[in-house]
């Protein structure tokens, strides 16, 4: 009879298990389709000319049209460089990211490694830097650029890139949880100087932070328009936030909807791209460095 009775439990907490997982499945498959709702509703807009009034579900067949239009010679005039903008961004985005990320962790072993007396200071100093916003400098920033003769150049969007609190943050908390001192001791008792055991100790363990921040740096400034709207004037020199502004405030959208929505799939793809090449890296590294070991 006891047996029975056990047999009877295992069998009720096996079918509880089972309604649990099936719910938990339902839920996260309507999350997911929430999610991806509206980026189905653009796909299907930038297959259209004009806007059409209510939800149109089925695709249409300018898609074709709207590419080349895009591309053409009389939307570039009109807007700047569709094709431009995208290389312009690459350029920017992808030069900003290396260096942020490369300085911010050279910046953060320094704080973790080395002991001097104005360490705790630096820490604090930089982190309370972390709390200005951008807007606070942006007129100073921009008359100092312009005075240097910087403006409507790409410099003053890539260089400053180097200081970023946020990412040497991250990067001391990873070291924190994942670079032991033992290891550099020992790199150094081996004869290894600093940067090179930087560049090839520390920088293989950092992989996973290198790639974290890689993706949220790279999106920060693919995204990024009040900057390069103080900066850059030169229509052939927009970077992809411009030219989707001109588009939007050139006329009527409902002319060249279109055009726009196109526009912002192949705006979205190299984002994508870029956290497909480095999702593997992204919870691991999340996880080490908001734990400190």
């Given at each position: 009879?006891?047996?029975?009775?056990?047999?009877?439990?295992?069998?009720?907490?096996?079918?509880?298990l089972?309604?649990?997982?099936?719910?938990?499945?339902?839920?996260?498959?309507?999350?997911?389709?929430?999610?991806?709702f509206?980026?189905?509703?653009?796909?299907?807009?930038?297959?259209?000319?004009?806007?059409?009034?209510?939800?149109?579900?089925?695709?249409?067949?300018?898609?074709?049209?709207?590419?080349?239009?895009?591309?053409?010679?009389?939307?570039?005039?009109?807007?700047?460089?569709?094709?431009?903008?995208?290389?312009?961004?690459?350029?920017?985005?992808?030069?900003s990211?290396i260096?942020?990320?490369?300085?911010?962790?050279?910046?953060?072993?320094a704080?973790?490694?080395?002991d001097?007396?104005?360490?705790?200071?630096?820490?604090?100093?930089?982190?309370?830097?972390?709390?200005?916003?951008?807007?606070?400098?942006?007129?100073?920033?921009?008359?100092?650029?312009?005075?240097?003769?910087?403006?409507?150049?790409?410099?003053?969007?890539?260089?400053?890139?180097?200081?970023?609190?946020?990412?040497?943050?991250?990067?001391?908390?990873?070291?924190?949880?994942?670079?032991?001192?033992?290891?550099?001791?020992?790199?150094?008792?081996?004869?290894?100087?600093?940067?090179?055991?930087?560049?090839?100790?520390?920088i293989?363990?950092?992989?996973?932070?290198?790639?974290?921040?890689?993706?949220?740096?790279?999106?920060?400034?693919w995204?990024n328009?009040?900057?390069?709207?103080l900066?850059?004037?030169?229509?052939?020199?927009?970077?992809?936030?411009?030219?989707?502004?001109?588009?939007?405030?050139?006329?009527?959208?409902?002319?060249?909807?279109?055009?726009?929505?196109?526009?912002?799939?192949?705006?979205?793809?190299?984002?994508?791209?870029?956290?497909?090449?480095?999702?593997?890296?992204?919870?691991?590294?999340?996880?080490?460095?908001?734990?400190?070991?």
């Amino acid at each position: 009879m006891p047996m029975s009775t056990d047999v009877v439990g295992h069998s009720n907490d096996r079918t509880r298990l089972l309604v649990r997982r099936i719910i938990a499945y339902v839920v996260l498959i309507l999350l997911v389709l929430i999610s991806l709702f509206p980026f189905y509703l653009l796909i299907v807009n930038a297959t259209r000319g004009k806007v059409q009034s209510g939800i149109e579900w089925i695709p249409s067949n300018l898609l074709g049209k709207n590419f080349s239009s895009l591309f053409s010679a009389k939307t570039s005039t009109a807007y700047g460089s569709v094709f431009g903008a995208l290389k312009n961004s690459l350029i920017i985005s992808g030069l900003s990211a290396i260096l942020s990320i490369y300085f911010s962790a050279l910046t953060a072993y320094a704080i973790h490694v080395y002991d001097f007396k104005l360490k705790k200071f630096a820490f604090t100093f930089i982190l309370i830097v972390m709390m200005v916003p951008t807007q606070a400098s942006a007129i100073g920033f921009y008359r100092l650029m312009k005075d240097w003769g910087l403006n409507n150049s790409y410099i003053p969007l890539i260089v400053p890139a180097i200081a970023a609190p946020a990412v040497f943050y991250f990067m001391k908390q990873y070291m924190d949880s994942a670079l032991p001192l033992e290891i550099v001791e020992a790199a150094r008792i081996d004869g290894c100087g600093e940067f090179r055991t930087f560049n090839s100790i520390v920088i293989p363990i950092l992989k996973p932070a290198f790639a974290v921040q890689a993706i949220f740096t790279f999106v920060t400034n693919w995204n990024n328009y009040f900057m390069p709207r103080l900066i850059i004037e030169d229509k052939s020199k927009y970077t992809v936030p411009l030219v989707l502004s001109a588009m939007r405030n050139a006329g009527p959208l409902e002319s060249d909807a279109g055009l726009f929505n196109l526009y912002i799939v192949i705006a979205i793809l190299p984002v994508v791209i870029v956290y497909l090449c480095l999702s593997k890296f992204i919870i691991r590294g999340v996880a080490l460095g908001s734990v400190k070991g």
